[in-house]
């Protein structure tokens, strides 16, 4: 058997095909993603609701879901919260009531109507986590820096308009006028 050596290859200043644009932007892409990644974890992950539209609903079996003047409702206050550089996200819990929470998409406008630090992309600050059960987000809380009482008051304003009224348990949590509060076998017992 006879073996041959390899022809040798010829030097070129480049090593390796020259890559096509779309591949070169893409690793530019994913490059900035892991680096936004790096820098912080929620950075790189885009805000729920955000971009789909003014409101975001999960699906769930409750009855506030159920309502269905509830979706046209939000939307509308979606619509309303646009020009002001705010997004709205609203979640039907198992017990009844809506958790909502606003997102700030523009500080420049939204400073215009609420109070606080309003980076892009975050929660207009309302001094608790929407959603967290804790005794500082009761309706009634007291103790907030005046931001906060601002924000709080200016989220019932803007919900009452839209036939929406505050529960007392939480400033997040809220229950559309005229709809029947949940029954117990109307609940999922799984999800508690």
Known sequence: MLVLPAAPTPHHSRS??????ATRWSSV????????????????????GLQGGPALWEPATASCDQEPTARPALERIGRELQPQGMALQATCTAGGGWVVQVQVLDGTKAHKVVRGPL???????????????????????SGFSPDVLHNRQWLR???ARHQFD?????????AQRGA???QPADTDLAAR
């Open 166 to 174: 505050n529960l007392p348990d939480a400033w997040w949590h809220f």
């Open 180 to 182: 029947p509060p949940a």
């Open 119 to 141: 980076a892009d992309g975050q929660a207009v600050d309302m001094g608790t986590p929407s959603g967290a059960v804790l005794s500082g987000a009761a309706a009634g809380a």
């Open 16 to 21: 390796a095909a020259p890559c096509p644009p």
């Open 29 to 48: 892409a994913v490059a900035l993603l892991l680096a936004a990644c790096a820098h912080s974890p929620q950075a790189a992950v885009p805000a729920p």
């Open 157 to 159: 304003t803007l919900m």
